[in-house]
């Protein structure tokens, strides 16, 4: 994939981290509106694939030094670990917990274990997604 | 709550996954001296059991696993478990610390070694420490997986690898027996739990599946204790590394089905089949084991028999003192019988003992020179002092000769079999007989160990390096174990009435009324009885024997080389692989078009044919909504874009074509009232197409008039099954209700996890496992293309 195209650089420039922040937010989200882990990393993967469509691979590659596969695995470990929490505490495996705390300057916040997990579901499909996106796109 | 003999059994398993880094940034310090402290101070957690008394209740601590299906990780301390623990991680220390000199820190992948090393040994307290059935299954099983990875360790060689098949095949089926036992078991008294079992034994005697699930449970104990014929694997479990030789197939794991026997005795001790059954099987082993260790040369296959036909007399023993628990004994027979298990558990500490310590000299001798071949090997006695009376030790321990603990367990061998002889029929002789004979071919064993090795010519020429002896710290956990061995000869009642007595009493409840105790006393001298005469002449006629071993020797080519177990399992193994591949082959083409076929129609036809037949194809507009212009509009334009990808002459305007009906499939959601459908599909939708034009690359050029006429009507009738079937699926469904909808469960979602939302709610905590395991699945399924790719372009680079 190397060919220039002034308009899509220019246009993903923007484009790519209103995505990502979108993501983000759709993560964030999924506790109480639309969204959650799966659907906030499929935006991100896609943010990821718009970068990789508009410039070559080593520019993202230097964008982002992150080796998908680990973020993969990162993903999985994390939602097994926070299904593990609980066995300390004697609950069953995945037993979820929340708490509505006041912190200084965000005020009222909603904390949920299940935040966690969601995180983990939310690498576990970035690093899945791109790592064949990748994995196929560089295959020669 | 866990409890700290929970963490006792997973500690193992947690300490295991410190190894990898450990291996990786302390290179300096070998990783055996880490791994030491694990077994040490597990060690020193069961020793503060220790000493029981047959008073005392057992230690019993549970935690609920899948309390729903009765799984508890209920964990049962109670002599016998102890017996074993102590061995595990007793033995296990010096093991691990025999390793760190036998394993080259240099050469070898240690972290690998180490990993499963410590996954065996968290497997083993499981099995010992479990007192629910299908958890014990299930570190029974890791045992055999870990087994197979330490056999398995030097992968590169194919003897390696044809043990840890073998191994692997014979034990796992022999667990699988053994799960369909437990499953009856539970079927018949409704219960996992051991001790519910016990204690509703006389009420499963009368069970139509109790003789069932005894053979299978005998079928999986002795596979696992590599009994007759099963004991093949054994001999080929020898290529792991000789630390793993003498910890899992000496010490430990073979003797897991001694440990399942010696726990099932109080349910099915006393009944004839479980008699002869394990006593049978027990004496062929004893004396098969011992008739075909004269013939090895290898020292490792000659003590790999010796384990062999040393299992089998402690089976047997069991066998026999399970006779106790026999209704219809006086209670003095009884108790004759009862001294039968003393014997079996004081074999069992003795062979542990002995064997250890003469699988760690036969790893010296192969360490230091170079081979284990006998026939290369004579003379050492000079060069290797400290191996020699080590050897000696082990092996006249094993011979049942005095002043080692093995004379005593020998004895006590000689009154279990005289026992059973007495108190059955005359034909019984058989028992005491074989015993007799077995013993001599140990006696000639035992001597050829000693003397073939270390006495007579020396043959440096044969040797790889010049003979000397090993370091201090390869001797020092063998002369630990030889001491044991030279101390329970002199001391045999220090253990006796503390760990043996209780013990006997978990073995057979209800023997004895209640404040009474065994007598466990053992003596060594008891006049001029039976058994000394017969242990008297085995040494004459073994040492007669010995001596003119090479003039016999030949015999043992008479013996039909083709005819062997060994060579029925290959044969057995061979002919199912080509049967199967055959039959695999018949449908797997290797063509993606057939098996959406295969896929495709058997969905049509289950799902569609019970439609048809449950005659539940309902369809009833009237509680339907209005349909809308533009949902008109839009069911149009899905249809005018699926048929344009059929008949669309370029693959681009095809995959255009299908991402446009996913586009549109997301816009009914949006107009559904589905955001997160919609939101989802649309994004999978944006990615599938990117990575459909990805491939797209790679695919050949779009050729319609493929296949032939045949071919393009079956892929007509299935298309036009699978579009027919749920459309009539979609349509009837609404007018179906035959249970009551979960969705009211579900709306409560804020008060039970706290979530607005739903649809997230059931993703990440309602059914948050299901979530896990395809987020584990999803991202196996991501490495699996990744590596399929990179496999096949590292091909594509060495050509």
Known sequence: ???????????????????????????????????????????????????????????????????????????????VCTGCAPLVKGEPFLSHSYIDARLPLIGEIHLATAVLFDIGVFLAVIGTTMTIMIGISEDE | MLSSLHWAVTAPFLSAVAMPFLYKYVRRIHLGWFVLVVPFLLFLVFARHYPLRSSMEPVVRSVPWIPSMDVHFTVHLDSLSLLFALLITGIGVLVVLYSVFYMSKERESLHNFYIYLLGFMGAMLGV????????????????????????????????????????????????????????????????????????AADRFADHSLFLPSMCLILLGALTKSAHFPFHIWLPDAMEAPTPISAYLHSATMVKAGVYVVARFIPVFGGHMEWFWIIVIAGMITLFWGSFLAIRQVDLKAMLAYSTVSQ????????????????????????????????????????????????????????????????????????????????????????AGLPPFSGFLSKELFFTGTLTAFRNLDWWAAWIPALAWIASVLTFIYSMMLVFHTFTGKHKPELLDKPSHEASAGMLIPPVILASV??????????????????????TLPGLLPPGETFDVHISHWHGPTTELMMTLAIVVVGTFLFVQLSKWIGLYDYLPGKWTLNRLFDLVLSGMERVSAKITGTYMTGILRHYFVYILGFMIVLTGGSLLLQNAFVFDVSRNADVELYEYAIGVAIVVSAVLMIFSKSRLTAIIALSVIGFLISLFYVVFR?????????????????????????????????????????????????????????????????????????ERSYELAGAKNIVNAILVDFRGFDTMLEIVVLFSAGIGVYTLIKFRSSRRGDR
């Open chain 2, 674 to 746: 589905a955001p997160d459908l919609a939101l989802t599909q649309l994004v999978v939708e944006t990615i599938s197409t990117t990575l459909f034009l990805l491939c797209f690359y790679f695919l050949p050029k779009l050729k319609k008039d493929i296949g032939s006429i045949p071919f393009k009507i079956t892929n007509l009738i299935v298309s036009i099954g699978v579009g027919v079937t749920f459309t009539l699926i979609g349509l009837s469904a609404l007018n179906h209700r035959l249970f009551e909808p979960i969705s009211s469960f579900y």
């Open chain 2, 128 to 199: 010992v420490l479990s007192d629910n059935l299908l958890v014990l299954y299930m570190f029974w099983e890791l045992t055999s997986i870990s087994s197979f990875l330490l056999i398995a360790y030097w992968f590169q060689r194919k003897r390696s690898r044809y043990g840890a098949v073998k191994a692997l095949l014979i034990t796992v089926f022999g667990g699988f027996a053994m799960l369909l036992g437990f499953m009856m078991m539970y079927a018949a008294t409704g219960t996992f739990s051991i001790r519910g079992i016990v204690a």
């Open chain 2, 311 to 398: 299992l089998g007399l402690i089976m047997t023993l069991l066998g026999i003192g399970s006779m106790a628990l026999d209704p219809r004994l006086s209670h003095e027979t009884a108790m004759l019988f009862s001294g039968a298990i003393l014997a079996a558990v004081f074999h069992l500490v003795n062979h542990s003992a002995f064997k250890g310590t003469l699988f760690m000299v036969v790893g010296i001798l192969d360490h230091e020179l170079g081979t284990r071949d006998i026939r290369k090997l004579g003379g050492l006695m000079s060069f290797m002092p400290i191996s020699f009376t080590l050897t000696i030790i082990g092996a006249f321990s094993m």
């Open chain 1, 1 to 79: 994939m190397k060919f220039t195209d002034v308009i899509l650089q220019t246009a993903t420039k923007v484009l790519a981290f209103i995505i990502l922040i979108y993501a983000v937010y759709v993560l964030f989200a999924g506790h109480h509106n639309p969204g959650g882990g799966f659907v906030g990393g499929l935006v991100t993967a896609s943010a990821i694939v718009l970068l990789y469509l508009a410039f070559d691979t080593r520019t993202v590659r230097q964008i982002i030094k992150a080796d998908f596969k680990w973020v993969g695995a990162a993903g999985v470990l994390l939602a």
């Open chain 2, 485 to 506: 061995v030279v101390a329970l000869f002199f001391v045999p009642n220090a253990v006796s009435r503390t760990l043996f007595e209780p013990l006997m009493h978990t």
